[in-house]
């Protein structure tokens, strides 16, 4: 295989890796990806969410509510982490957020609309 063919496939390798792992690069050699959200706790308040997912050591997560209705609150966490290689293990983690309301009866659920449960 010729060196511009060799440059080629890796390229598209590294496309599809980032495809199929949600990341985004940024000039700081870091990548961005979604947290898989595990479960949820209420904070000091009624409208205070801890959101609790796996992450790297040393690396926390940025909470955010997508989206609140009268039914439901969406939320993400994002993780940051750099790029070059760290430890594989997962670590659990927490991050709060704070709703605009109180979340009262309404299902907390991710942006795939994936319900989460409270954790017990």
Do not use: H
């Not at 060196?3 to 990341?23: D, E, H, N, P, W």
């Not at 050591?57 to 609150?73: C, K, Y």
């Amino acid at each position: 295989m010729d060196q511009m063919k060799r440059v080629s496939v890796f390229l598209m390798a590294v496309l599809i890796g980032c495809g199929i792992t949600a990341c985004s690069f940024s000039d700081d050699g870091e990548s961005e990806t979604m947290a898989d959200i595990l479960a949820y706790d209420m904070g000091d308040s009624s409208s205070e969410l801890v959101l609790v997912f796996n992450s790297w050591p040393g690396i926390s997560g940025t909470p955010a509510v997508v989206d609140e209705s009268d039914d439901e609150v969406i939320v993400e966490v994002s993780i940051t982490r750099p790029t070059e290689m760290i430890a594989d293990v997962a670590v659990r983690t927490e991050a709060s957020l704070t709703l605009d309301e109180p979340l009262g009866d309404r299902q907390v659920v991710n942006t795939d609309g994936d319900l989460i449960e409270r954790r017990e």
